[in-house]
């Protein structure tokens, strides 16, 4: 920390009425809501000249201050070569690349690993400087746990593109995901809201208070104690396919945090969730042409699907 801070002033927008204080911060200043409890603890929040708690709800027209302190050494972006990333394509916009598992997309607070960014200063590429600091260029994430494809912005103009066909769902996000049964039906649209979990918050919930969320899916296999599904998402929530397949009483094989059997993720060698990426295509932010990306399986997950088609 270098002593130095940066005051924020704003009025609470009517599209954040009811909000949670760190959540409405999340959404205004584009930091983490991690980062907004940590400030909110530090008593450097005020909503109307007084003291919150992160779990507060603001009101339009509120005043809103916060005072940030300059970043800290946990956050910055420390060039560092990641194996297992790789580049699927790179232009003068945007870098496409194929994350592996045990990779954050971002620094943040708590995590010590393996970032996307890093590799990418580490390897030479300048991304965009849009967005918050830890995260400049990143229009999408993928879990620490969630391997595939993903893009980043190089320029100032892609970022503003992209991050807004991201907001406005124009971008065809497509998994597959590896699930313990069978959905009845074997295919449908799941449509439930999801918030943070209200005893755990590493998790998430399908909640009546959450935020919409959509999420389409169809059987591509059908076996003894799994079923490989292809999903669309409609909505991009933290954790979404996880929350909505645990809801369904399908959790994603391997996914012991939302209530996977950790005896068939043993069996098939799993130690995260059996989640991939496999298809990203959207419009070309300079050539405005649709432009589609794909990742094929990680071995990991390539031998635990053998083995469940080798199960009878």
């Not at 918030?195 to 998790?203: A, C, E, L, M, S």
């Not at 369904?248 to 950790?262: E, R």
């Amino acid at each position: 920390m270098t002593g130095r801070f940066e005051q924020r002033t704003v009025l609470v927008p009517e599209g954040l009425a009811g909000e949670r204080v760190d959540a409405a911060m999340a959404r205004m200043f584009g930091f983490s809501r991690t980062r907004a409890a940590e400030l909110i603890a530090e008593d450097l929040v005020r909503v109307d000249g007084a003291g919150v708690a992160k779990s507060q709800r603001v009101h339009p027209g509120s005043m809103l201050e916060v005072t940030i302190p300059a970043q800290t050494d946990a956050l910055a972006v420390v060039p560092q070569v990641v194996e297992g990333i790789r580049i699927i394509h790179d232009d003068d916009s945007i870098v496409v690349i194929d994350k592996p598992v045990g990779v954050a997309v971002h620094p943040s607070p708590g995590w010590n690993g393996p970032t996307v960014v890093s590799h990418l200063a580490a390897a030479g590429f300048r991304i965009a400087t849009s967005g918050a600091s830890e995260r400049q260029g990143i229009v999408q994430r993928l879990d620490v746990g969630t391997s595939g494809v993903m893009v980043i912005t190089k320029s100032e103009h892609a970022y503003s593109l992209l991050k807004n066909a991201f907001r406005h769902r124009t971008v065809d996000k497509t998994y597959h995901a590896l699930v313990q049964g069978h959905p009845d039906p074997l295919e449908g649209t799941i449509d439930a809201p999801i918030g943070r979990h209200p005893k755990f918050d590493y998790k998430f919930a399908v909640m009546a208070d959450g935020r919409h969320s959509v999420t389409h899916y169809e059987t591509l296999e059908a076996h003894r104690f799994a079923s490989l599904l292809e999903i669309h998402l409609e909505t991009g929530r933290t954790h979404q396919i996880r929350v909505h397949m645990s809801a369904l009483k399908h959790p994603c094989v391997g996914d012991l945090t939302y209530g996977a059997d950790p005896v068939l993720a043993k069996r098939v060698g799993l130690e995260r969730q059996w989640l991939h990426a496999v298809k990203l295509g959207f419009e070309h932010p300079d050539s405005g042409e649709y432009v589609e990306y794909e990742s094929t399986y990680p071995d990991d997950l390539t031998q635990a699907l053998e083995t469940i088609r080798d199960e009878r």
